[in-house]
């Protein structure tokens, strides 16, 4: 694809890659096959590791992801009432997506809802539970990633869930060839604000009058200089720069994580009763003195949002 834009008469033979999410994913695993006229890309929030970020979260398989994602992709699905990812409001509104996350064997679970390639998709995931070949030969190894030496502009977000951002750039820094022209951007986003960028405040929290950045200049500067030979690119505070939430200060870096940073090892502990936002788990900064009670909780499998406490 790159290398057909390259050649149409309307491209000055300069290709980037720009987006977020499944779209940054994309753009590593087109940049690992070298076109020719890739000269940029600009991922935020990728996966990179495609085991782990979903479909199986802490070993546990993500059925709602797993189903949800190949539904959008699949192109009739535009066309449906819940078209993308379901909410829990969806869920449990609608009987039979409710019945196709709670329905046994998991592996006729999608049959019906998807087709083809997306239902054999679902079925592979199921067939291999854990980290072996078959997700290690679809999955970007950091040598890979080292091995890229185009520029790149690496975003992430505070409040995004994903660590894939900072794999890729662990990646990428791995190798030393194009490191001048290598951005990380650290921002207070979630997983779409990392694309369109946020404002002063995230939900309760306050960030201060410097937090919003404006994203779309920030890429458009990139590509200015990378594809046009325009500008010296970005203005960010250094090569990588920082949001950091409390102290509500952008800061810069010459490497990520920063040499100057200093760790603070936290232990879990608890009364027994840390299995819910209300309860009593805890970070303490001394390792507990006394052995902690066990936390428990009923998983029910007829329904498995909810963990019921004991």
């Not at 190949?70 to 997506?97: C, K, T, W, Y």
């Not at 679902?122 to 070949?133: A, N």
Request: glycine share 12%; aromatic share 10%; proline share 9%.
């Amino acid at each position: 694809t790159v290398e057909w834009i390259a050649a149409q008469p309307w491209c000055t033979g300069a290709v980037g890659m720009d987006g977020s999410s499944y779209v940054a994913m994309t753009q590593l695993c087109t940049a690992l096959t070298r076109p020719p006229h890739l000269r940029c890309i600009a991922p935020a929030v990728p996966s990179v590791d495609f085991f782990r970020e979903p479909p199986y979260h802490g070993g546990i398989f993500a059925r709602q992801h797993t189903m949800d994602w190949p539904r959008i992709l699949q192109v009739d699905s535009l066309s449906e009432l819940h078209g993308g990812f379901m909410n829990a409001a969806a869920v449990l509104a609608d009987p039979v997506i409710y019945q196709r996350l709670v329905s046994r064997p998991l592996r006729a679970a999608a049959d019906g809802d998807l087709r083809g390639d997306f239902l054999e998709h679902y079925r592979s995931v199921l067939e291999h539970p854990t980290m072996d070949d078959w997700w290690r030969e679809r999955s970007p190894s950091a040598a890979e990633l080292a091995s890229l030496g185009i520029p790149a502009l690496v975003v992430n977000g505070n409040f995004d869930l994903g660590v894939g951002a900072l794999a890729t750039w662990r990646g990428l820094e791995g190798g030393r060839a194009g490191r001048d022209e290598r951005r990380l951007l650290i921002g207070p986003w979630d997983h779409g604000q990392c694309y369109a960028g946020g404002g002063n405040r995230y939900g309760p929290y306050e960030l201060g009058e410097h937090a919003a950045l404006d994203l779309g200049a920030v890429r458009l500067a990139f590509f200015d200089r990378h594809l046009k030979g325009i500008g010296p690119g970005p203005t960010l505070p250094g090569r990588v720069s920082a949001f950091i939430t409390g102290a509500n200060e952008w800061r810069a870096f010459d490497e990520y994580p920063a040499a100057e940073a200093e760790w603070t090892p936290l232990h879990l502990a608890s009364g027994g009763r840390a299995n819910g936002r209300h309860g009593d788990g805890r970070l303490v900064a001394e390792p507990p003195t006394a052995v902690q009670p066990p936390d428990r909780f009923v998983d029910d499998p007829a329904l498995p949002f909810v963990p019921v406490h004991s």
